[in-house]
Every structure is written in structure tokens, then in C-alpha cells.
């Protein structure tokens, strides 16, 4: 008679564990994940981990280990704090400073996308240091402008028998031309905006420069389009949702 064998599933316990030992099961794990890479730099022909690439797969391993990453920007700095939710009082901060990134103009943004993007950035770099990512250097998938204004472009190769430009690629082309320009925020967006910064300040008050900045490059909010102000509203909610983590 065949005798059936049953896998027995053992609960580990990891609440004993410190948050070095922690972080490194979690590394592990990440590793084991094998997280694909979807960025991919169109002049040096490499890929790179996007944040949307790690985030899904590192949040419930972190989860499981009883680790919390939470993202802040204090002094010049951005910082990424682990706190082991078993012993909230033991932490590690990794830090990386601000100003080695280039000026948003350089990879032709305007100065909102360039707050969205510089968070992105530094939040998916304090991910890939935290888990000890490694992979080409460069920024990304976007080429600066090069500072030589002086030096003129070549003058592009004439293409050889171009077709004419159809009637409804005019019909294109002219509706592209004429199109109104991006839709700006509304008072209700503006508001619910200035509602989560507050909150975040409340939260902590070292968040400070980062809202000043906000407001600076929005002109005080004035000069803003719906979807940077969406952009900008999801991305501090998910700050405070960091924090809320940590405080439960």
C-alpha cells in the first residue's frame, strides 16, 4: 500500500532576528526573485532596474522579515531608514546627497517634472543601495543637452525620394499644432495638494525644504498642470503611508 507523504509548513519566526540579519534574508530573497529589469538606456545600450521594477517584489519580502524602508529628504540628503518593526528603536540609515544630479532643464523637463522625477530617482537609488543592487552607471534613459551652445548641430542628411505629406498627416500634424496645452490644476487639485504636504510637514518637519521647493518651482502653486499636480499628490501619499506604517 503507497504510503502519502505531506509537506508540513513551518512557520518561521523572525521577530528575534536583528535588522542587519534581516535585511540580509532579505536581500537574499530580492536576489532570488529574479526582478526584471525594464529601463533601458538608449545611448549605452544597457537596462536598469525602473522603481516599478522593484518596489512590487522588495515590499512583501520586507513585509515578511519584518523590516519597514521608509524614503525621507533631510538636509541635502536623501535617506533611506530600515526599521525593524520588531524593535522599532533599532534602524539603519543609508544616505546619498543630493546634488550630483543634473538640472531638470538638461534632460528638457520643466522645473514640476523635475521634482516628480528627482523623487523617483533618489527613492528607486536608496532601493538599489538598500538591497545592494548593482548595475551600469549613468543616468538612466535620458541624455542632457550638451552645454556647448556654441557648437552647431550637423546639418541632417536629405533624405531621398521622401513621399509627399498625405492630406490626413497635414490633418494630424495641424491638430497636433493647434492642440491646447496641457490642462492646468484646478483650486480642488490645488487644494487637495497643499492638504498632503501639510500633512507630511506635520508628520515631520524635516520635509520642509523638500515643500519649499515645490512651491518655488510651482511659483506657489500657480503655475501647475493637472497631472504634475496628480503626480505629486500620489507620490507624498505614498510618503505618508510610509510613515503611518511605521507609527502602527
Known amino acids: 500500500m503507497a504510503t502519502k507523504k505531506t509537506e508540513e509548513t513551518t512557520t518561521v519566526d523572525y521577530t528575534s532576528m536583528n535588522v542587519w540579519a534581516k535585511l540580509l534574508k532579505v536581500r537574499s530573497e530580492f536576489y532570488a526573485e529574479g526582478a526584471k529589469k525594464t529601463g533601458k538606456n538608449l545611448h549605452a545600450e544597457f537596462k536598469y532596474f525602473e522603481l516599478e521594477d522593484i518596489v512590487p517584489v522588495a515590499a512583501p519580502i520586507f513585509a515578511k522579515y519584518g523590516l519597514l524602508l521608509v524614503p525621507t529628504f533631510v538636509e541635502g540628503n536623501a535617506v533611506a531608514k530600515v526599521v525593524n518593526i520588531d524593535d522599532p528603536g533599532e534602524t539603519i540609515n543609508f544616505t546619498i546627497p543630493l546634488q550630483f544630479i543634473a538640472e531638470p532643464a538638461k534632460f528638457r523637463m520643466n522645473e514640476v517634472q523635475g521634482v516628480g522625477a528627482v523623487v523617483t530617482y533618489y527613492r528607486r537609488y536608496l ?3 538598500v538591497l ?3 548595475e ?5 534613459n535620458q541624455k542632457p543637452k ?3 551652445s556654441d557648437t552647431p548641430n550637423p546639418a541632417p542628411t536629405p533624405k531621398k525620394n521622401t513621399k509627399p505629406v498625405t ?3 497635414r490633418e494630424t ?7 491646447p496645452p496641457a490642462e ?3 483650486e480642488s487639485s490645488v487644494g487637495d495638494l497643499k492638504a498632503v504636504l501639510k500633512k507630511l510637514l506635520e508628520l515631520d518637519s524635516e520635509q520642509e525644504s523638500f515643500v519649499q521647493s515645490i512651491a518655488m518651482k510651482t511659483e506657489g502653486f500657480s503655475k501647475i498642470t493637472k497631472d504634475q499636480c496628480d503626480q505629486l499628490i500620489a507620490g ?11 507609527e502602527g
Open 167 to 169: 492630406t490626413a498627416e
Open 236 to 246: 507624498v501619499k505614498e510618503m505618508l503611508a510610509a510613515y503611518d506604517t511605521q
Open 184 to 186: 492646468a490644476a484646478d
Open 173 to 179: 500634424i495641424k491638430k497636433e499644432l493647434t492642440s
Open 136 to 140: 551600469s552607471d549613468g543616468i538612466d
Open 127 to 129: 532601493y538599489m543601495v
Open 132 to 134: 545592494d543592487l548593482v
Open 146 to 148: 550638451s552645454d556647448d
